[in-house]
């Protein structure tokens, strides 16, 4: 079974600031992952996706995520926060059996972005 | 707007009681999950629904919890006689096909469920 591991429990950082926020899975099968975001009182949103291809993938307001297979993980990375960034973000893989698609999620990374 | 529904928002209830969460996917959508966060825990996959049927129960944490889905449309999720270690934000989600593992999945907002 996969599993997903975010090292950072809470990140604080000043407004301005880059941030990396970490992620390693645990198959070293071919694997889908995902980066979500939660906003206060709100439910997940997709951010961004790695399926194949380039190695580095963007979302639209500038994080960035690199899929490294060697050392299995898919950190997401912005290098300047804005306050509004302050959320919660979920690493997940798909695990697929049974003939359906499961997202497995890391336990979560609270951003905390102070001016 | 056409995104996921959940409803109520939020739940208030005594414990011993029983709740019934309900859960409106994207239209079309034929896949359905129910997962389960808790205070400082990540998501917990719960259910899957592929129409009306759940392939995958495995996730729910006891028999006090049931869910169904009616018409491949909405979804309801059922904890009887509620404990306090219940209390947690239930959330859904909706995909197109839950065999395509290239699409993502849509959220609801959740319900936020306190046992007193």
């Known amino acids: 079974a996969q599993s997903v591991t975010q090292l950072d429990s809470q990140v604080p950082v000043f407004e301005e600031a880059p941030v990396e926020l970490r992620c390693n899975y645990s198959s070293s099968v071919s694997v889908y992952l995902f980066w979500y975001v939660q906003y206060p009182n709100q439910g997940l949103q997709l951010l961004l996706k790695?399926?194949?291809?380039?190695?580095l993938v963007e979302s639209i307001n500038g994080f960035e995520a690199e899929f490294n297979k060697s050392q299995t993980s898919f950190h997401l990375r912005k290098p300047s926060v804005h306050i509004s960034d302050t959320a919660e973000y979920f690493c997940a893989v798909n695990e697929f059996s049974g003939g359906y698609n499961k997202l497995i999620f890391g336990a979560g990374t609270r951003l905390a972005v102070h001016p | 707007g056409a995104g996921v529904s959940q409803s109520p928002s939020n739940k208030v209830t005594e414990k011993g009681k029983d709740v019934e969460l309900r859960c409106d996917p994207i239209s079309g959508h034929t896949a359905l999950y129910w997962y389960r966060q808790s205070l400082g825990q990540g998501l917990e996959f719960l259910i899957y629904f592929q129409g009306n049927s759940a392939p995958d129960k495995s996730g729910l944490p006891s028999d006090r919890f049931s869910a169904e889905r009616t018409g491949g449309s909405v979804s309801t999720l059922t904890i009887q006689r509620t404990q306090q270690e219940d209390s947690a934000v239930y959330l859904c989600?909706?995909?197109?096909?839950?065999?395509?593992?290239?699409?993502?999945?849509?959220f609801g907002d959740g319900t936020r469920l306190s046992i007193l």
């Open positions: 989600a909706s995909s197109p096909r839950g065999g395509d593992s290239n699409q993502p999945q849509h």
């Open positions: 790695y399926l194949s291809g380039s190695t």
